[in-house]
């Protein structure tokens, strides 16, 4: 069988398989086995096992664990609470204001997690009520929400990276710290949006006068709830900038500083420790059941042929390499709205990849774009896993049909967004660069 049929049956398979809602790892796995039989040889299966051990003595994906228990540990600690009440006290009398912090807190629990969901799940808690009480359009609302809650796939330490590193072979260091400039500059274009936004459109968000009045003093005296969350910040990023430990020791310093944070509040406590690590557990695992399928799955895919036909494709075309780059984005903003981030990097990195260093890409911001593009996915309607994050939090009043209408503003800056790295790659590359220094 030629490989280009194999790489039409393959992904075809996958396709279809994945529409049925089945567990994407035992998709993966199982297809790996099934081609395996049909078209390769029985005792090629060894290749499965062998994915299965190199998972498991893999160190860097220690920090996934680490960084995934830091984020839970904070989750429950109430300084996300802490954060928006500060922020509140701030901006509460600047038009959007609410809408602003919002975003601004997203940065700072991106910062300090990671996690998409965690952020999404805690502002739509806390914010959503708060904005639309004070007469906030619920589209502007929700549209924020879930964009800025999307920035902890693109702001360090984000576990997204450092699967790709992984899975890309490239530094998880300069992957961590070349999200950075990128993440802001996505929350720039929202803030600013909002500003030209509400102040074009006076009814998207309520007047300063309805905020109530705060002195000069209690805004200063909210500010030390920013004290450990910078400090947290600071002991994860800056350990890694300055290369005084690896990203897996940098999550470790991390969880101690969310345990830290949640001591100060008197939140540390068993029950919480217990239930924190049960859900680092569950994540975990999921997560290495992916990695084990993936794996399996592309090993068994480069060992048809299917990576050297579509590679050999590739070359015969006579387009752009820009064009080549274009599609490939796309495919993964398709994939963002069906399949979770792991699930897509460890599917996809191994057959772009060979692709993106034909094409004489940089890898690292190859990986930015990457990291934007499956946030693409994520806010995208109708399937983007963020707008089902939001769904849970919102009030019988606001329907699935706001979220849509107000997440596409967003997702048109996150193509700006896209587009300027795409133009610029200086802003991907500019601090990674430093590093190497």
Same mark, same amino acid.
């Given at each position: 069988?030629?490989?280009?049929?194999?790489?039409?049956?393959?992904?075809?398979?996958?396709?279809?398989?994945? +529409?049925?809602?089945?567990?994407?790892?035992?998709?993966?796995?199982?297809?790996?086995?099934?081609?395996?039989?049909?078209?390769?040889?029985?005792?090629?299966?060894?290749?499965?096992?062998?994915?299965?051990?190199?998972?498991?003595?893999?160190?860097?994906?220690?920090?996934?664990? +680490?960084?995934?228990?830091?984020?839970?540990?904070?989750?429950?600690?109430?300084?996300?609470?802490?954060?928006?009440?500060?922020?509140?006290?701030?901006?509460?009398?600047?038009?959007?204001?609410?809408?602003?912090?919002?975003?601004?807190?997203?940065?700072?629990?991106? *910062?300090?997690?990671?996690?998409?969901?965690?952020?999404?799940?805690?502002?739509?808690?806390?914010?959503?009520?708060?904005?639309?009480?004070?007469?906030?359009?619920?589209?502007?609302?929700?549209?924020?929400?879930?964009?800025?809650?999307?920035?902890?796939?693109?702001?360090?330490?984000?576990?997204?990276?450092?699967?790709?590193?992984?899975?890309?072979?490239?530094?998880?260091?300069?992957?961590?710290?070349?999200?950075?400039?990128?993440?802001?500059?996505?929350?720039?274009?929202?803030?600013?949006?909002?500003?030209?936004?509400?102040?074009?459109?006076?009814?998207?968000?309520?007047?300063?006068?309805?905020?109530?009045?705060?002195?000069?003093?209690?805004?200063?005296?909210?500010?030390?709830?920013?004290?450990?969350?910078?400090?947290?910040?600071?002991?994860?990023?800056?350990?890694?900038?300055?290369?005084?430990?690896?990203?897996?020791?940098?999550?470790?310093?991390?969880?101690?500083?969310?345990?830290?944070?949640?001591?100060?509040?008197?939140?540390?406590?068993?029950?919480?420790?217990?239930?924190?690590?049960?859900?680092?557990?569950?994540?975990?695992?999921?997560?290495?059941?992916?990695?084990?399928?993936?794996?399996?799955?592309?090993?068994?895919?480069?060992?048809?042929?299917? *990576?050297? *036909?579509?590679?050999?494709?590739?070359?015969?075309?006579?387009?752009?390499?820009?064009?080549?780059?274009?599609?490939?984005?796309?495919?993964?903003?398709?994939?963002?709205?069906? +399949?979770?981030?792991?699930?897509?990097?460890?599917?996809?990195?191994?057959?772009?990849?060979?692709?993106?260093?034909?094409?004489?890409?940089?890898?690292?911001?190859?990986?930015?774009?990457?990291?934007?593009?499956?946030?693409?996915?994520?806010?995208?309607?109708?399937?983007?896993?963020? +707008?089902?994050?939001?769904?849970?939090?919102?009030?019988?009043?606001?329907?699935?049909?706001?979220?849509?209408?107000?997440?596409?503003?967003?997702?048109?800056?996150?193509?700006?967004?896209?587009?300027?790295?795409?133009?610029?790659?200086?802003?991907?590359?500019?601090?990674?660069?430093?590093?190497?220094?």
């Amino acid at each position: 069988m030629s490989a280009n049929l194999i790489l039409i049956l393959m992904f075809g398979g996958l396709t279809v398989f994945l +529409l049925t809602g089945l567990p994407v790892a035992f998709v993966l796995g199982g297809l790996s086995v099934l081609f395996t039989v049909l078209f390769w040889n029985p005792q090629a299966l060894i290749i499965l096992i062998l994915q299965v051990f190199d998972t498991m003595r893999s160190e860097a994906l220690l920090a996934i664990p +680490l960084y995934i228990f830091m984020a839970v540990v904070l989750q429950r600690s109430g300084v996300i609470e802490d954060l928006y009440r500060a922020m509140e006290l701030w901006f509460g009398r600047v038009k959007g204001g609410l809408a602003i912090g919002t975003v601004i807190i997203c940065v700072v629990m991106a *910062a300090m997690t990671g996690v998409v969901g965690a952020a999404v799940t805690a502002m739509g808690i806390l914010a959503l009520p708060e904005m639309l009480k004070r007469g906030y359009d619920p589209k502007l609302a929700t549209g924020t929400i879930c964009a800025s809650g999307t920035l902890g796939i693109l702001i360090p330490p984000s576990v997204l990276t450092i699967v790709y590193s992984v899975t890309a072979q490239v530094s998880i260091g300069k992957m961590l710290i070349a999200g950075i400039v990128p993440g802001i500059l996505l929350a720039s274009l929202y803030i600013a949006y909002i500003v030209i936004a509400s102040w074009l459109k006076p009814e998207l968000a309520p007047s300063v006068d309805d905020a109530p009045r705060v002195s000069l003093a209690e805004r200063l005296a909210s500010l030390k709830t920013l004290v450990l969350p910078s400090l947290i910040i600071v002991m994860v990023l800056g350990s890694i900038f300055f290369g005084i430990a690896t990203p897996t020791e940098a999550a470790a310093v991390g969880v101690f500083g969310a345990c830290l944070a949640a001591a100060t509040r008197r939140h540390l406590t068993l029950s919480m420790l217990i239930d924190s690590s049960g859900v680092t557990l569950k994540s975990t695992a999921m997560i290495l059941w992916i990695t084990i399928g993936a794996k399996a799955y592309v090993a068994i895919f480069t060992g048809l042929g299917g *990576a050297d *036909a579509l590679l050999g494709t590739i070359q015969s075309l006579q387009v752009s390499p820009y064009l080549v780059l274009a599609v490939m984005m796309l495919i993964l903003v398709f994939l963002g709205t069906v +399949l979770d981030e792991i699930g897509i990097i460890l599917l996809t990195v191994p057959v772009f990849l060979p692709v993106v260093r034909f094409l004489g890409f940089d890898e690292i911001w190859f990986g930015v774009l990457y990291a934007l593009t499956i946030q693409m996915g994520y806010i995208s309607p109708p399937f983007g896993y963020t +707008l089902f994050y939001i769904k849970s939090t919102l009030p019988n009043e606001v329907g699935m049909g706001t979220v849509y209408r107000g997440i596409l503003p967003f997702f048109l800056l996150q193509i700006v967004g896209l587009m300027l790295c795409v133009a610029f790659p200086q802003i991907a590359t500019f601090l990674p660069a430093l590093m190497g220094r």
